[in-house]
Antibody
Framework: QVQLVQSGAEVKKPGASVKVSCKAS????????INWVRQATGHGLEWLGW????????GYAQKFQGRVTMTRDSSTSTAYMELSSLSSEDTAVYYCARDAHGGSGWFDPWGQGTLVTVSS | QAVLTQPSSLSASPGASASLTCTLRSGINVGNYRIYWYQQKPGSPPQCLLWYKSDSDKQQGSGVFSRFSGSKDASANAGILLISGLQSEDEADYYCMIWHSSAWVFGGGTKLTVL
């Protein structure tokens, strides 16, 4: 079945970077955009950006420009999201999600989420 | 002012209907946008329920009950998710989303309680 499996929880110190992976299976990885969304505990959803796995093209939310980098390894069907200059406000669950209809906003499926904790 | 505003909470009784609103910021015309609706239950990622732009441009998720439907209130500049015949399993957080200024934007979410 179509599935996205993310890497495990991370604990980082302020100022550090984190890189989260998202491994796709059950479909052609290069045919669908991957989006990244985060959610702080008890808070709402916040979109970070998208990546086209076939070309590597990316688009980032203005808030994260200069701090986020989305890449992929097509040989392993894995997408990556790296966030730098971490602060406590970046503590959240980070999700990857496939855009199921070509840039439509229909995100399905989602990964299980990766908890990133930023603490000194 | 946020791009999308949702009431933080809503309560309704089993069997009743619930109307969840998503109001667009002044100057952003709801008529120009597909409104996406996501449902999130505790401990799980969100799930897309449907999108609605007009009666001729809408999509329901496979496996999503017909009790869920989308509409718009142009006078209020808002998208609406209507859930009829409420069941306990509908208790969840609901988020609206649009594509605006080259970014996906979520509303703050509404916590729906069925009691």
């Amino acid at each position: 079945q179509v599935q996205l499996v993310q890497s495990g929880a991370e604990v980082k110190k302020p100022g550090a970077s984190v890189k989260v992976s998202c491994k796709a299976s059950g479909y052609t990885f290069t045919s669908f955009d991957i989006n990244w969304v985060r959610q702080a505990t008890g808070h709402g959803l916040e979109w970070l950006g998208w990546m086209k796995p076939n070309s590597g093209d990316t688009g980032y939310a203005q808030k994260f420009q200069g701090r986020v980098t989305m890449t992929r390894d097509s040989s392993t069907s894995t997408a990556y999201m790296e966030l730098s200059s971490l602060s406590s406000e970046d503590t959240a669950v980070y999700y990857c999600a496939r855009d199921a209809h070509g840039g439509s906003g229909w995100f399905d499926p989602w990964g299980q989420g990766t908890l990133v904790t930023v603490s000194s | 002012q946020a791009v999308l505003t949702q009431p933080s909470s809503l309560s309704a009784s089993p069997g009743a209907s619930a109307s969840l609103t998503c109001t667009l910021r002044s100057g952003i015309n709801v008529g120009n946008y597909r409104i996406y609706w996501y449902q999130q239950k505790p401990g799980s990622p969100p799930q897309c329920l449907l999108w609605y732009k007009s009666d001729s441009d809408k999509q329901q998720g496979s496996g999503v009950f017909s009790r869920f439907s989308g509409s718009k209130d142009a006078s209020a500049n808002a998208g609406i998710l209507l859930i009829s015949g409420l069941q306990s399993e509908d208790e969840a957080d609901y988020y609206c989303m649009i594509w605006h200024s080259s970014a996906w934007v979520f509303g703050g979410g509404t916590k729906l309680t069925v009691l």
